[in-house]
């Protein structure tokens, strides 16, 4: 290795060309590549944000880029007031309450004690599920946030002031510390994820329904005269009632939103270690946007390798999250992507075992999407005292003891050249790194002989199936391989052959 760097170290300085410069120019060319594709699911850009990044600003390091593509699979947690109700879909629910609902929820806060929650069987349950990520939401739009911020809200909501909602003044944290609680639940978790080796993914909303500050940002409940008629439409679908329109922000409310936003996130990204990734979701205002530029270049001088999914954020970020749905091909694009998807109905908790969806469908979205080169990250959420249910525990249990026989043709693979990833509906394929092992994951037990068209192993080549001993018969067929699948095969969510294709 050292001989093959001192080799191409002499070429460059023969050629008469500066190292320094030949870095510069390969990073330039990394960072005027890096956009998302903008569609139905991903989104499109507002007008008001510029395409091309400024030119001050870097992405994270084409090292953190490549640790990102290696994760494969993570676990999405989605954790908050919104977990003491029956069912929610996470503070999504607050939008369709009444006024007295809503006073309620705000206040719930004051009598939440989570005594169930451990951030070391947490920790424990994901090792065992085989994930090899994590992201928890420090805040969702409800404004709650589950660390020790030192941020003060200064005015919200009161839904049930006589003659209707108003704004009142405030000095609280809104957080888990002003619980019956009082832990720092995001610290216990980043802790516990250390000495498990999982890779830490904090989400982050950038508008906050509690903060009147923040009015109208995403369909903030208090919407004012100048968000827009879409904006206020849109509130109104949610909610399922006429919008109740508030005075605008004055400019010492959006100095004091600014701050706080910007002081949240440095607070997530110097009390907590190294920080892998940061899910941002949402958005913030026009008006705000050169603002949250600033805070977002500042946040990258803190940790230069974090890395920035892109909602509100635009080509500033580092990758996209396709949500509910796999991609349909195989992107080319250079931003990297993971499908986030709930395991039940919704992100949060899923009181109702019948509603997740298994073992077989998590496995095969697995497959699929790094067959693509992509991550895929199951939602799940706890219960209001911390706990997971025992359906969704068995079947993401069922998958790591999957990954376990299999996760090799998984873990630490890349996707094949073009639209190699795939053979039909039930075969999908990864390769190692050095391009020498194809991976065929046979989403469906065969009952015959498996014919492969893409692949031809190198001859007197071993073809082995991941969890069987012995090797498997093989012949070349006109076009490919037919290999014979062994009817002793144990049976198996799916089956995974491994072929030596490259010298």
């Known amino acids: 290795m050292k001989k ?25 060319d990394r960072e005027s590549k890096l956009r998302f594709p903008e569609s139905a699911n991903s989104g499109k850009l507002p007008d008001y944000m510029e395409r091309d990044p400024e ?13 990102f593509r290696d994760i494969k699979y993570g676990v999405r947690i989605h954790w908050g007031l919104y977990s003491l109700l029956p069912a929610a879909a996470e503070s999504w629910s607050f939008l369709p309450m009444n006024n007295e609902e809503r ?53 919200r909501t009161n839904w049930t002031a006589p003659g209707g909602p108003g704004i009142e003044s405030c000095d609280l944290a809104y957080s888990i510390m002003e619980t019956p609680f ?24 950038h508008p906050d329904w ?29 909610q399922r009632r006429p919008a109740t329109l508030h005075p605008d922000r004055t400019p010492k409310e ?23 990734m940061v899910c941002l979701d949402m958005w913030l205002d026009a008006e705000v946007w050169p603002d949250l530029r600033e805070t977002i270049k500042e946040m990258r001088r803190l940790q230069p390798d974090v890395m920035f999914r892109n909602r509100g954020i635009g080509n500033y970020g580092d990758y996209h999250t396709p949500e ?37 469908w998590v496995v095969r979205n697995l497959a699929d999407s790094v067959a693509k080169g992509g991550n895929f990250m199951v939602g799940i959420g706890p219960d209001g005292n911390g706990r997971f249910h025992p359906t969704a525990i068995q079947q993401l249990e069922e998958v790591g003891a999957w990954l376990k026989v299999n996760g090799e043709g998984i873990f630490s693979t890349q996707a094949r050249p073009g639209d190699l990833w795939h053979e039909g509906d039930d075969v999908r394929f990864t390769e190692s790194k050095d391009r020498k092992t194809v991976y065929a994951i046979l989403l469906r037990r065969p009952d015959a002989p498996v014919d492969l068209k893409t692949i031809q192993p190198v001859p007197g080549s071993k073809v ?10 093989w012949q070349t067929a006109s076009e490919g391989v037919s290999i014979e699948f062994p009817s002793a095969a144990p049976d198996a969510i799916a089956h995974v052959l491994k072929i030596q294709a490259r010298q």
């Open 210 to 238: 509690y903060d009147a500050d923040f009015r109208p940002c995403v369909w903030h409940p208090l919407q004012t005269g100048n968000a827009g008629k879409g904006s206020i439409k849109e509130l109104e679908k949610r």
């Open 464 to 473: 082995t199936l991941l969890g069987y001993q012995g090797e498997l018969k």
């Open 4 to 28: 093959a760097v001192f080799a191409l170290l002499s070429a460059v300085v023969a050629l008469g060309l500066p190292l320094g410069a030949q870095t510069a120019d390969t990073e330039i």
């Open 324 to 360: 509910r749905v796999v991609p349909s091909g195989k992107s080319e694009q250079e931003m990297p992507w993971m499908v986030i998807y709930p395991l039940g109905r919704n992100f949060s908790w899923e009181g109702d075992g019948s509603k997740y969806k298994g073992a077989k």
């Open 103 to 155: 006073q309620v929820y705000q206040e719930r806060y004051q009598t939440w004690n989570p005594q169930g929650f451990n951030a070391e069987e947490w920790m424990g349950f994901f090792n065992r599920a085989g994930f090899r990520s994590f992201a928890i939401t420090t805040k969702h739009h409800d404004g709650f946030s589950l660390w020790d911020t030192k941020t003060r809200v200064r005015q």
């Open 254 to 276: 959006t100095a004091r939103m600014i701050a706080r936003h910007r002081e949240q996130l440095r607070e997530l990204l110097t009390n907590y270690g190294k920080i892998d």
């Open 55 to 67: 030119p001050d600003y870097r992405h994270a390091s084409a090292a953190a880029y490549q640790a």
């Open 182 to 205: 009082k832990r720092d639940v995001i610290k216990e978790l980043c802790d516990a994820a250390r000495r498990h080796d999982i890779k830490i993914d904090l989400y982050f909303s």
